[in-house]
């Protein structure tokens, strides 16, 4: 018997316990200890089995880790079937999260039970595959095959109640999940009930599959797991019999399994949960955060309080005058509005959070208590100073003192105050309350529990929080900067921006980069090339001048109704905005360009190659720790596809060899631009590839 699975008699009842923290994935180990737990029941004299978790979950699904591994026995579709064909009453028992595979076992249980907490569901199309043992064929058996589909290319998990409603369940009860799975068992044995077996039961009701694959390949967005799920119940409904539709799920599980794109979802899934784990910070303590500040109530600011305020935090807003203060507070209502309507907070809640929790203030010596103030003013390193220096006058000691500056270097805002240490970068993403991502930057005085503190509040505010260093820019937005500069010159050199955000919506972003920057608005691009070029720019970089000119005359994109698109109310996106063909040409007239073709095969590989490379180089500096930080941060704060995996995994899926090779390419037209990254030569010439750098810091 294996120590995952735990084996005792009560009465006729054979119990099978899963003892495999944190979750009870169903790895081999596992897997082997149910058949084993399943043949001696059998071989012992016991009338039913009962199957539940120990700790906090019934099986949480396969065992992801094993994915790309050759599967060793008993495999899991394998091990469903024989229990499913145990002669002996199988019930199972599910608390906290019966997930993909673990959902399956159940499904070849002969009954189920479930405390009303617990949640189940078939989520594998979220890690690039599909259900594998039997959920394809099984659950729309029992659920029908509208609300099966639903739940498989969704991946989205029901509550127990709405499980039993739609007849996946048999019983909800409250109580222990082995308490209520004896009794279960028990009053099974008791009414003589028959054994149940799913594969028995008759075909699903066939639908129009056709029409609603269309539908899903659409909404997946070039993500294929979805669509293909829906042709594996598609032969749950039209298959000879069941094993026939088994065969079938194998079949394209197995595509699934050996695709790209099940690799770029499963490095997804650990990368998220790795992100926020650093060596430096075990054992560390933050510090206390009761009662946070927030200078500048616009966009960002508002955001932030409204994030914070959702979390459970006090907030002091802190603004220039009355009036901006109740803009400010009007922008926090709007954002809790939408909380309401969302059904996310309770209008009890709602005033308690605008009526309580926050308050408005024009004087700093309202922010002396505050534990942490977040300054989101103006990006303009004089006002950022003038600010810091009036909170190192008023805040407590020990008081953390953070910008959410989006560029400016943080070194020298912390060198204005008299407590460099306790000042840190804490880059939000707009909206704030709704945005995923926190880069924390670290400057270099910045104190350790202080970090500590910008990842515990990452946590309270459930954001991916990122650990960057001080450059322009950070981890993603000087990687943006990049691979922004790649598509305007190839604009300059013959592309158009709409062939552009094409190519890019092509390879899996809901917007490409041009009708992204219409959304942002124009005038921050704007605003970033009038400071580089004041700064002085290198005289080899090429410069564009063609948005310019738009922003001069008064196109700043979505909110003044023209950018690259042309934007009419009451419809959602745009048209192409005929004046700006006139605009490039008239830039590239005067740069002495002629224009040339583009594919949207070469668009694509060059801005990936720049977005890559700028990626290796942000890591070889120590801006990202690992290239998993920069995965993250592109996947959650700048929309890159989450079945990719990242720009970084990209590139290893692709080859680095062929990545580089392609850079020195077109380092031959501009070698100022196209300067391969020290650490992708590096990694090219060792045969190494960026995971085994995320591999080499656990
Ligand atoms: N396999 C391996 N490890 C897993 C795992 C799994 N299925 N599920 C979770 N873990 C690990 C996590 O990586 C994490 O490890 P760490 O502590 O080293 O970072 C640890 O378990 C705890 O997980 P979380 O931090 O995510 O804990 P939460 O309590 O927040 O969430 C959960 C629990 C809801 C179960 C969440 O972990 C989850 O969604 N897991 C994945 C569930 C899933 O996708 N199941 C389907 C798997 S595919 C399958 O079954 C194929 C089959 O059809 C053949
Ligand atoms: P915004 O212009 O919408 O808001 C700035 C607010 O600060 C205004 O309400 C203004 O009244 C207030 N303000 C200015 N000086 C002040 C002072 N001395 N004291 C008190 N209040 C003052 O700007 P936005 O977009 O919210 O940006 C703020 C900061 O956040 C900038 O540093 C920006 O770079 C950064 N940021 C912006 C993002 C965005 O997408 N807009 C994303 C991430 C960061």
């Known amino acids: 018997m294996s120590d995952a699975i735990r084996y005792e008699r009560v009465g006729d009842i054979a119990v099978l316990t899963a003892q495999n923290p944190p979750v009870n994935a169903l790895g081999v180990d596992v897997r082997k200890g149910l058949l084993s737990g399943i043949e001696r029941a059998e071989a012992d004299g016991a009338k039913a089995v009962l199957i539940y978790g120990d700790g906090r979950t019934y099986f949480a699904g396969a065992d992801i880790r094993e994915f790309g591994k050759p599967m060793l026995d008993p495999g899991l579709p394998d091990l469903g079937s024989r229990i499913e064909a145990s002669p002996l009453i199988v019930v199972s028992a599910m608390h906290g999260t019966a997930l993909g595979g673990g959902l399956e076992i159940a499904l070849c249980s002969h009954y189920r039970i479930a405390v009303p907490s617990a949640k189940m569901g078939l989520p594998e199309v979220n890690l690039g595959i599909l259900p594998g043992a039997g959920g394809t064929q099984r659950l729309p058996r029992v659920a029908g095959t509208e609300a099966a589909l639903d739940m498989i290319t969704s991946g989205r998990p029901i509550k127990a109640p709405e499980a039993l409603d739609k007849g996946i369940i048999d019983r909800v009860t409250e109580g222990e999940p ?15 009930a028959a054994r149940r077996a799913v594969c028995d039961m008759p075909a699903p009701e066939m639908i129009d599959f056709d029409t609603r694959y269309d539908a899903v390949l659409k909404k997946g967005r070039g993500q294929i797991s979805p669509a293909t799920a829906l042709r594996s119940v598609q032969a749950a409904c039209e298959a000879d019999n069941f094993e026939a539709g088994l065969k079938r799920e194998r079949e394209l599980f197995m595509e699934l399994m050996n695709s790209d794109q099940r690799q770029g979802m499963v490095h997804a899934f ?31 600011g508002a955001g932030i309080a409204t994030a ?63 534990d942490l103030v977040i300054e989101a003013v103006f990006e303009d390193m004089s006002v950022k100073k003038t600010v810091f220096t009036q909170l190192d006058a008023v805040c407590k000691p020990g008081a953390i003192l953070a910008s959410n500056t989006s560029y400016l270097d943080v070194n020298e805002i912390a060198a204005c105050t008299s407590r460099p240490e306790d000042v840190i970068g804490l880059h939000f993403f707009s909206p704030a309350h709704i945005m995923k991502l926190l880069e924390v930057v670290v400057a270099d005085k910045t104190a350790i529990d202080v970090v500590a503190t910008g990842f515990a509040l990452g946590k309270m505010l459930n954001k991916i929080t990122v650990r960057a260093g001080v450059c322009d820019g950070f981890i993603g937005n000087r990687i943006l900067a990049t691979y922004r500069s790649c598509a305007d010159q190839m604009i300059l050199d013959g592309a158009s921006p709409y062939q552009i955000d094409a190519a890019m919506t092509k390879f899996g972003f809901a917007m490409g980069p041009y009708a992204v920057s219409d959304l942002a608005g124009l005038d921050i691009g704007w605003a970033s090339r009038k400071r580089k070029r004041a700064a002085g720019m290198d005289p080899r970089a090429r410069d564009s001048v063609y948005a310019d000119k738009l922003c001069e005359a ?103 060899d062929g990545i580089l090779a392609d850079i020195k390419t077109y380092a031959q037209e501009d070698d100022y631009f196209w300067q391969p990254a020290p650490l992708l030569e590096q990694l090219v010439a060792e045969g190494r590839s960026f995971d085994d750098l995320n591999k080499g810091s656990n």
């Open 178 to 192: 082995r308490e209520i799975g004896l009794a279960y068992a028990q009053e099974l044995l008791d009414a003589g």
């Open 270 to 300: 650990f990368s998220e949960r790795a992100v926020s784990k650093l060596p430096e910070l075990k054992g560390v303590t933050p510090r206390t955060l009761a009662q946070i500040g927030v200078i500048g109530g616009g966009t960002m």
């Open 308 to 370: 914070a305020l959702l979390s459970g935090l006090k907030v002091t807003m802190l603004e220039m005058t009355d009036e901006a203060a109740a803009a400010a507070k009007g922008r926090i209502e709007g954002n809790l509005q939408g909380a309401l309507k969302r059904g996310k907070i309770s209008q009890d809640q709602f005033d308690i959070l605008t009526q309580q929790s926050l308050v408005l203030a024009t004087d700093y010596a309202a922010l002396a208590e505050a």
């Open 554 to 656: 008064g196109h700043f994109g979505q909110k003044t109704g023209k950018g690259y698109y042309v934007y009419e109310a009451g419809k959602r996106g745009g048209t192409p905005n005929p004046e700006v063909a006139a605009l490039i040409e008239a830039n590239r007239a005067e740069l002495g360009i002629t224009p040339r073709e583009f594919t949207d095969e070469e668009i694509t590989r060059r801005y990936m190659c720049a977005m890559v490379n700028e990626a290796a180089k942000v890591v070889g500096e120590g801006i990202a720790r690992r290239p998993l930080d920069v995965d993250m941060t592109l996947l959650f704060g700048y929309g890159f596809p989450r079945y990719h995996g990242g720009p970084l995994k990209w590139a290893d899926i692709q080859g680095l």
